[in-house]
Structures are given as C-alpha cells and as structure tokens.
C-alpha cells in the first residue's frame, strides 16, 4: 500500500504568506526527501550550489530561516521554493524563487514573485530589494522586467554551481516607489478602471512624501519617471494594437493602387532601404558571384504559389510573462561605425538612425561623439512610409528593425558589408571582412522587421541551435567557430562558406541562369555525388541521436567551380525523440513528411527518410511531382527515392543509414 504523505504544517508563524492559489511556507522536518526531489528537477540546482546532496545537508536546508516552500493549494504539492532574507544594507532584502518544470507557464511565478514584493514592501517595509539569476534563465528574467525590476550588475563567472563549474550572476533590483506606482497600476487595471496620468502623479507625491516626510516635487522625480514610463508602454501596447487592425486595410489599398498601374506617394522611400539588404531576385550571376551566398540560410517560406496554397508556418507566441527584452526606446545608441572625417560624402561613414515619418527626425545640428552622430529629436509629422519600422546603420550597412538596438559588439570581428535583415526566424545575419578574411555571424536579440514573436524565444532557439552545430560536425556542415552571449543577445560565429543558395530560383526552370536552373543542369554524376554527400551527413545526424527539422533547399549551398556540397542552416536540429508541438511545423512543404503537419506526432529517423526522399526528388526529378518521367536516375534509385517518401510511416526505409547503403550500392553498382 503507498505510503499516505505527511500533513504540511499547520498555518501558525510557518506560514509566511498564503495568495490565491499558493501557500509560502517553511519546510518541515521531514520534507528532506521533497526537497531533493524538487533540486533533481530540470535546472532547480543551479539556484543552490552548496554541494553534495546528502541527507544531513538536506535537512539542514529544510531548517534553514530564509528558505521556504512553494505549495500549490490546488494539491498541496511542492512546486517550488522560495528564497527571502535581509540585506547587506538596513531596510533591504534578497528575494530568490523557482517552479518545478511541469509547473511553469501557469502563473505560479509570478502569483509568487508579486506576494513576495508585497510582503517585502507593504509588511516589512523595505526600501530596496534584489534577486539574483544565471543570464540564460531567459523567462525568469523577463518574469523580474514584467514586476518592474530593472538589471543592475552582471558578473561573470562568480557563482559555483554543484558540478563544479562557475557561472554567470545578474542581479535585479526594485525600489518600494516602483512598487508602489506598479502596484496601483495593477490594481487599476485588474479593476476595470480608466488609468490617468495624474493618478500616478499624485500617487508619486504622496508615496514621496510619505517616505520623505517633504512632498517637494524634485524628489518625486524618479517616481514620476516611472509613472510616465508605464503610461507610455500601456499607450504603445494600445497603438501596436490598432496598428495590427489597420496593416490588413493598408496592405489592401497598395494591392488596389498596385492594380490600377500607380504607386501611393511615400512607398519608394519605404522600398530603397530595403533593397539594399537583399539582392533583387533578378540579379545575374555576375552579382551572385560579388556577393556570396550566407553560409547559413534562416528558415524562410517558400515560393509565391505555395504561399498561397497554405498557411506558414506560425512562430511561437511569446509567453505572457515576457515582458520588455533589451529593447532600447532611444535613438542615441552609439553604432558600429567608421570614424567620422568632415568631409566624407561617400554614404560609407556613420549616420544617425533614420525614424520613421509618424515620429520623424527633426536633426539640429549632430554633435559628433567617436564613430558615431547624435543629435536626433522626435516632432510630430507626416504619415509614416515604413509602417512603424526604422532603419539603423552599421558601418553605414542599413539594417530595418522595429527598434534600434545596439551592434558595439561586431566592431571586432571587422567590418560588416552585408546584413540579411529580412528574415522570419527573429535572428539578423552579418557578413563581415577583416583584412582579407571573411565571417558569417547570426544574432538574436533585436526586434526585427519581419519577425512575429519576442526575441527572447528567437535567442533561445539560436542557443540551442549553437549546441546543434557543435554536436553535428561534420565535413560538409559549415563550420561554427564560436558562439558567444552579448549585452542583449546571443550569436554564432560561422567560417565564409563558399557557394550558392539551392534556394534561389524556382521549379519551373524559366529563368536559365538561376542558381536552381544552373544546378539541374549540372551532369547526372554530379547530382548524385551532391546528393550522396546530404544521405551522408544525415546519417551522421541520425547516429549522433538527432533528428532534421526544417531542412529545405536554402539548407543547400553549391561551389560550382569545386563541385563541393555544403550544409547549413541546421538550427532547428533536435535530440531524438522529438514530439511536433506546433502542428505545422517549420520548414518548406515540399521536403515535409505528414507527421510534420501532425500535433503530437513523433519526429524521427523515418521522418528524416522522407526528408532524404523529397531532396532526391527535388535534384533528380520533378521536386513535388513525382511521376517516373521526370525522374533521371535510372529506375533503381527512383523506386528506392519513391519508398523513401511514402505517406505510410511503415513503408519507409527504417534509418537513413539503410538509405544511405542502399542508394550507395545502386549507384556505384
């Protein structure tokens, strides 16, 4: 018969604080085996880097004044735990909290982080508080920045963790007048109320006064600060709102006005910028040639047709509890710039980012501050061509973002000469040149033009997408050279990849001198060698326990002079089993399997076969139809490429590896 649990204490002076839908309590004496599990769950440890979990320290913790458990009043289960005990300074206090993993994202977080400032402030009366956090718990951070908290420090290696290892610290802080103005407007909020500015005005003068005991209004400063700063993000939260109602309605009337052989007054200047970031589809191979191809490609729809046979696929919606990330609201950001000499007219040098006309620049005369050009003021004006997007420069490279963001940590990789700023993934690409060496760096963390949900989540996937490139190395993936944190990011380091996109150009051959067109054309032995080399590093994949997610034709880069094949773009690689948690997945129709379409469907090594079957199709026959006639492999290789892409999961080869022997023994007989 299962052990009946022990009763939680009674609520006498164990009980710290009780909401809702929790209950903050110290641990009883016998919860050891509780807590330890709660520290073997995903990433918990980390906060408690005392040591060796023995029974004896397990039971000192449970004693421990400070520390606390976080019971769900639903099932009295331990969720988590709390951390709360006085400054190193008079009325101040450290705060620290976690959820077990299959808790989170239900509200408990931050049901528990607004009772502990309750506690801290209204009942012990602190003036300050702080809580400590590694750099990478991403949703704990924005959690902090949603209560108010602003980040104060970083430090690098300074906290050990139980395996031995050091690791990186931010500390938070928030002050009882922040709470105070955050506090009344929640309250407001949850009430239904209308919210006015000179409510939080007045609150910022008595909250003040009260702790002053002088209601001058220069002491208020801070509190009016922050009062005007969570009006400004409530009406900028309610203007992006009407801003997304009337894209649909302005998208429409350019289709009309395009139709009816005009363009609306505005759109050229809209369209330039934009243009200098990507090179127009009908450029020839000369340029193709001057510009190379990114050595890694984001994940990026498909052609026009397919678009609009079906929906994209959707990014994930950032979670409620981000709030802003690192997203600057001034435009005197100092930029990557050359130094700037008085009589360069060559458009190469620095320049002040460039606002959009609802918010147009009215530039007095630019002080000039090391490489870069200040100055700019905001004044109302004309309707805005960009639709909310600004343009920023990086050694005079324009770059269309939603916000300008700082790129101070590229001037030592060199000189950025290209970006790819248009893309749906949430990361930005660079090309940069030193001397005569090139690099290819991808970043998240800015807000930009095209992406749908929040850096945050955009940073995460190119963390674990860097842990992808390091566990997959092989000969023909482009080599990752590092990859690091910035102040507001993350980024991937890459070595210049010889090649050009597969991506560019379509199926249907119009235009001879695309790189698809060019490829297909290629010699028969040469498709083959290419495509050998594709089986090979998926079995590569497959044996180091992962499986191909978003794998397309922009995943292709070709040197036609060497005949070499390389891969890149391989950030959504994942460690098997993998379960589809969006539905439609990401990634190009014409290389998807059905299970990708197929909410909790397992992805795995047969999902990688049908994968390997569509590229086979895609550079030896008819790419979607796959009919024997458009087939130029001999009938061999084509029953095996035809079994490779069947509906039914069960009909395929079991593992690339089969595939991968079965097509070698085929073509070289």
């Known amino acids: 018969m299962e052990k009946e649990k022990e009763k939680a204490p009674a609520e006498t002076e164990d009980v710290l604080i009780r909401t809702p839908n929790l209950l903050i309590r110290r641990f009883g004496q016998e919860e050891w085996p509780e807590l330890l599990t709660y520290l073997q769950d995903d990433g918990v440890a980390d906060g408690f880097p005392e040591g060796i979990y023995t029974e004896e320290r397990l039971r000192d913790m449970t004693a421990d004044p400070y520390l606390y458990a976080l019971v769900s009043l639903q099932d009295d289960q331990v969720i988590g735990h709390v951390f709360s005990r006085p400054g190193v300074q008079p009325m101040t206090g450290l705060l620290g909290f976690g959820v077990r993993s299959d808790y989170r994202r239900c509200g408990y977080g931050t049901e528990a982080a607004q009772a502990l400032f309750r506690h801290a402030f209204e ?149 330039a910028p934009a243009q200098t970031s990507a090179l127009p589809e009908a450029a020839s191979d000369a340029a193709f040639e001057a510009a190379p191809v990114p050595p890694v490609q984001e994940p990026a729809g498909d052609a026009a047709e397919e678009s609009a046979a079906e929906p994209a696929a ?65 004044a109302p004006a004309a309707p805005d061509p960009m639709y909310g997007l600004i343009e920023q420069r990086v050694d005079g490279v324009p770059i269309v973002l939603r916000r300008l963001h700082d790129f101070n940590w590229l001037a030592p990789f060199g000189r950025v000469f290209r970006v790819w700023d248009r893309q749906d993934s949430g990361n930005l690409s660079f090309g940069l040149e030193i001397e005569d060496q090139r690099v290819f760096i991808k970043y998240a963390g800015a807000e930009t033009a ?149 909410l909790g469907a397992a992805i795995d090594s047969r999902t990688n076969v049908y994968t390997m079957g569509a590229t086979a199709f895609y550079m030896l026959g008819g790419t979607r139809d796959r009919s024997p006639g458009l087939w130029e492999a001999g009938e061999e290789l084509y029953r095996l490429a035809l079994r490779a892409v069947s509906p039914e999961r069960s009909h395929r080869q079991a593992s690339v590896r089969e595939l991968l022997d079965a097509w070698t023994s085929l073509v070289r007989g």
């Not at 290696?157 to 955050?182: F, K, S």
């Not at 400004?232 to 009309?256: I, P, S, T, V």
């Not at 802003?324 to 190469?348: H, N, R």
């Open 314 to 378: 959707e990014h994930p919606a950032a979670s409620e509890i981000y709030g802003q990330f690192a997203a600057p609201g001034e435009p005197d950001i100092p930029q990557v710039t050359l130094p700037m000499s008085a009589g360069d007219s060559s458009g190469a040098g620095p320049s002040a980012p460039v606002l959009p006309a609802a918010v147009a620049a009215t530039v007095i005369e630019p002080a000039a501050v090391e490489g870069t050009v200040v100055g700019v003021q905001r």
């Open 123 to 271: 009942e012990l009366g602190l003036h300050r508080v702080t809580v400590s956090c590694p750099p990478e718990n991403l949703a704990l951070r924005a959690l902090l920045e949603k209560c108010g908290m602003r980040m104060e420090a970083f430090f690098r290696r300074n906290l050990p963790t139980i395996d031995g290892e050091w690791r990186d610290e931010c500390v938070y802080a928030l002050l009882r007048d922040e709470w105070l103005v955050n506090a009344s407007l929640l309250h407001l909020r949850q009430g239904g109320e209308a919210i006015r500015l000179e409510d939080f005005i007045a609150l910022s003068l008595s909250a003040e006064s009260e702790q002053s005991g002088a209601g001058e209004l220069v002491e208020a400063v801070p509190v009016l600060d922050t009062a005007l700063a969570i009006e400004a993000e409530h009406r900028a939260d309610l203007e992006a709102e009407l801003e997304a109602e009337l894209e649909a309605g302005y998208q429409a009337e350019l289709e009309l006005e395009a139709a009816a052989g005009f363009a609306p007054e505005g759109v050229a200047s809209y369209e």
């Open 450 to 598: 095209e992406y749908a949900g929040h850096p945050a989540d955009a940073v995460q996937r190119l963390r674990e997408a860097a842990n992808a490139y390091e566990a997959l190395d092989h000969p023909a993936l482009v080599r990752m050279l590092d990859h690091f944190e910035t102040p507001d990011g993350y980024a991937i380091l890459f070595e210049w990849a010889k090649g050009q996109s597969l991506h560019r150009g379509d199926d249907s051959g119009a235009d001879p001198h695309s790189v698809r067109s060019r490829f297909r054309a290629l010699p028969i032995e040469r498709r083959l060698e290419a495509m050998e080399t594709i089986l090979d590093f998926h079995a590569h994949v497959e044996e180091k326990g992962y499986v191909a997610i978003d794998f397309y034709d922009g995943s292709m880069l070709y040197d036609f002079e060497a005949g070499r094949m390389t891969l890149c773009d391989i950030d959504l690689y994942r460690p098997a089993p993998y379960i589809n948690e969006m539905g439609r997945m990401w990634g190009s129709s014409r290389f998807m399997s059905a299970e990708e379409y197929e």
